[in-house]
């Protein structure tokens, strides 16, 4: 008799990889225009530190977006005889304070500007409930993005990484958005399931 209990359950890469797919489709145009003034110098997996650690300067970096899978845990679906997951991402974005600005380009102060990026950053990712649904393998099962849930935005070191990337350089700030993707897998449909 098989097993109900799917096997192969992570997809964080391909989730990783959504999320960049769903912030490169929904950022600000400016944010991607190669010479603007907002262009993001890198929009990637990654970690500030991982940056440093190779002697990059995090102030050369900027303006960043990082996308961090932080783990993946169980949750219950009633009556689902599958794996029902939450894959948990940091959504990291670092700036200086000279790209600290305006609709109008003219500099406003750090916290005006972490709101100001945080609802960009928020319009874009939550555009799509399940990220565009994107297929995700598995060996042996079928999967699914469920929905995404917000979990907490962090504007002022909050957090682990937050907290250390300013704590990297005196003259950038940094905000985050956790989020959990709920994510269903379980016997395909031609498997009788």
């Not at 769903?22 to 145009?29: H, K």
């Not at 005889?81 to 109008?104: H, K, L, N, P």
């Not at 995404?148 to 940094?174: C, H, P, Q």
Request: net charge negative; proline share 4%; glycine share 8%.
């Amino acid at each position: 008799m098989a097993s109900s209990m799917a096997r192969d359950f992570i997809h964080s890469e391909e989730i990783g990889n959504a999320i960049l797919a769903i912030l490169e489709a929904n950022l600000p145009a400016t944010w991607l225009e190669a010479g603007h003034p907002d262009e993001l110098r890198v929009l990637s997996f990654g970690d500030m530190h991982e940056y440093v650690a190779r002697g990059a300067s995090i102030r050369d970096e900027c303006p960043a977006i990082l996308v961090k899978p932080l783990g993946v845990t169980p949750f219950n679906v009633q009556g689902f005889g599958g794996m029902a997951t939450v894959e948990s991402f940091r959504i990291i974005m670092v700036r200086t304070f000279a790209q600290t600005t305006d609709d109008d380009g003219e500099l406003i102060a750090a916290a005006r500007g972490r709101a100001r990026y945080a609802k960009a950053l928020n319009t874009a990712l939550f555009h799509s409930e399940r990220l565009g649904n994107p297929e995700l393998s598995t060996v042996d099962q079928a999967a699914a993005i469920r929905r995404i849930r917000f979990v907490d935005w962090d504007y002022d070191a909050g957090n682990g990484d937050t907290a250390a990337i300013m704590e990297l350089s005196a003259d950038v700030w940094a905000i985050s958005v956790d989020i959990g993707v709920e994510v269903i897998t379980g016997p395909r449909s031609d498997d009788g399931g």
